[in-house]
Structure formats: C-alpha cells, structure tokens
C-alpha cells in the first residue's frame, strides 16, 4: 500500500507564491508517475502537471505552464508543485496523485492513478 500525504497549502494574494509538497510512504519502488490535480469548487478535477519518478518526463496544463513547476526529492521521497505568479483561477483543492504506469502524454487521464491524497487548499485572492 502507498500513502501520499500533501502540505503546503494556504491563502495568498494574487501574484505570490506557493509550494505544495507531497510525501510518499509504504511501497513507492513500483511507481513510475507522479502528478498534481486540482478541483475548483463546481468543477471537474484537473491535471496540473506530472512527472516520471525516473525524471524522464514533465508535463503541464497549459494553463499553468511558465508559472509551476513540479519536481521531486527521491531521497525524501517527495514530490514537490512550486506555484508562482498564482492568479485567482489556481484556487483550489490540490491532489498529488502516483501511478503504477508510465502515463507519458495521456498524464491528464485521472484513471491512471492507482493512489491519491487528501489534498491540500490553496485560495488566491484578487
């Protein structure tokens, strides 16, 4: 079993920033792909951005491109969503979510995902 536990989140003006982090515990040694969602309240979740655990892959929702950026800690076992010039729209519930796969391009597909956390808040104010 994985256990995927996000920090970090909190309230913030818009233009500021904010770094969510992810930790994995129990058996990470077959998970190939990492991911950050989010959900708005009323909308559907979202992919926000994914890596390969063997760093050989990003992706980003286009709406976010330029301004996060996703990384990790192997050694911590962390996955890390930076988040800079944050605008109202980014607010949300934030989830990190683990494959077994490589998800590659379709890293979007929610269904990829064997685990998933509680997630985190993270409101931008105008």
């Known amino acids: 079993q994985v256990h995927l536990v996000e920090s970090g989140g909190g309230s913030v003006q818009a233009g500021g920033s904010l770094g969510l982090s992810c930790a994995l515990s129990?058996?990470?040694?077959?998970?190939?792909?990492m991911a950050w969602f989010r959900q708005a309240p009323g909308k559907e979740r979202e992919g926000v951005a994914a890596?390969?655990?063997?760093?050989?892959?990003?992706y980003y929702a286009y709406s976010v491109k330029g301004r996060f950026t996703i990384s990790q800690d192997s050694a911590k076992n962390t996955v890390y969503l930076q988040m800079n010039s944050l605008k109202p729209e980014d607010s949300g519930m934030y989830f990190c979510?683990?494959?077994?796969?490589?998800?590659?391009?379709?890293?979007?597909?929610?269904?990829?995902?064997?685990?998933w956390g509680q997630g985190t808040q993270v409101t931008v104010s105008s």
């Open positions: 979510a683990a494959a077994q796969s490589w998800v590659g391009g379709t890293w979007y597909f929610e269904g990829w995902y064997n685990y």
């Open positions: 129990g058996y990470t040694y077959n998970l190939h792909s």
């Open positions: 890596m390969g655990r063997l760093g050989d892959f990003t």
